[in-house]
């Protein structure tokens, strides 16, 4: 009897379970055998997206990393879609302290859960936002900013990439700590709000530095300050808002997420991709010379840095009044 019932009932079990894990171990040794989406939750052009194409172009998985850019909604339709995807390895978002850290206190009603619905990969750079102006507004720095819109409250529009951008709350926290009004103009990504800029149909923004320095050095803007408590190295000669207004800071940061529930030797690998190509020489001197600091964390420190962002920036958010209109 416990001969048959080993036959009928362990045998069998145990066959299963060695299928099981011969399979895991198979599918896990031949990631990734099919083309990988890297989702950037904005138009080209801006960080996320510069940052996106450079592991795309530098990552050697043995797989293309197809960047797809899914911008809306301050990010939140591109995130949405990677909370949703299977956890296979081969669709991850490149977040942003937006998508994963401002956005559940700003939005009322948000698609995915910041947290429970992603699995961090890495932490992979941050850099300032730039206080930037149209050149015809008589202001040349941040005192004279402040006196102006004193004198003329609600006359300034600021613009942004979206609701719940490190760019958008840069603008709230500014008013906040000034005690100053000005009109919040939102644009379904920061590509669309320079040329509004550089007419005079919005006067300022805190635009991400890659994206705002190159046309500040152009003369098509005027960079007046940067939002981090210390200067980048990438623009020395121009001051922080912190210089003015003390307290003040604002860093925009840039990370990769694979859904929930992605196995941890999938992580691991993209983890040590993504430390191998933004430690490359060329891509370290890239990221400096569009002011973005490389930071390269490991998962579990994302996980700590994401936690302590979302306490930080759900205050901001709360004592600032701003909501997503």
Do not use: C
């Amino acid at each position: 009897m416990q001969r048959s019932y080993f036959l009928r009932r362990i045998v069998p079990a145990s066959l299963a379970l060695l299928a099981l894990t011969s399979g895991s171990a198979w599918s896990q040794a031949n990631y990734p055998n099919k083309p990988m989406r890297l989702v950037v939750t904005f138009p080209s052009g801006g960080a996320p997206d510069i940052l996106a194409r450079l592991f795309s172009e530098k990552a050697q998985m043995g797989q293309p990393v197809v960047v797809d850019n899914k911008p809306g909604a301050g990010g939140n339709i591109g995130a949405d879609i990677v909370a949703k995807a299977p956890g296979d390895g081969y669709t991850f978002v490149m977040g942003t302290v937006g998508t994963h850290a401002i956005n559940g206190s700003l939005y009322e009603k948000m698609p995915y859960d910041m947290v429970k619905n992603f699995t961090p990969i890495a932490l992979i750079a941050s850099a300032p936002n730039l206080l930037v102006v149209n050149n015809d507004l008589p202001v040349k720095n941040v005192s004279e900013l402040v006196a102006y819109m004193k004198a003329n409250p609600n006359k300034l529009s600021f613009g942004s990439p979206g609701v719940g951008t490190s760019v958008h709350v840069s603008g709230e926290l500014f008013k906040s700590m000034t005690g100053t009004s000005m009109t919040h103009v939102p644009y379904k990504g920061r590509q669309y709000a320079i040329p509004d800029l550089i007419g005079g149909s919005i006067q300022l923004m805190f635009d991400n530095m890659p994206s705002a320095l190159p046309m500040a050095r152009e003369g098509k803007i005027r960079a007046l300050a940067q939002t981090t408590a210390k200067r980048s190295a990438a623009a020395p000669d121009v001051p922080t808002v912190a210089e003015t207004i003390p307290g003040f800071e604002a860093t925009t940061w840039f990370a990769m997420f694979a859904p929930a529930g992605t196995p941890k030797p999938v992580i691991d690998r993209l983890n040590a991709e993504v430390q191998r190509v933004y430690r490359l020489p060329e891509v370290q001197e890239r990221l400096k010379t569009l002011g973005l600091d490389a930071i390269l964390s490991t998962p579990e420190e994302l996980t700590k840095y994401q936690a302590a962002e979302i306490a930080k920036w759900s205050k901001v958010v709360k004592d600032s009044g701003a909501r997503a209109e």
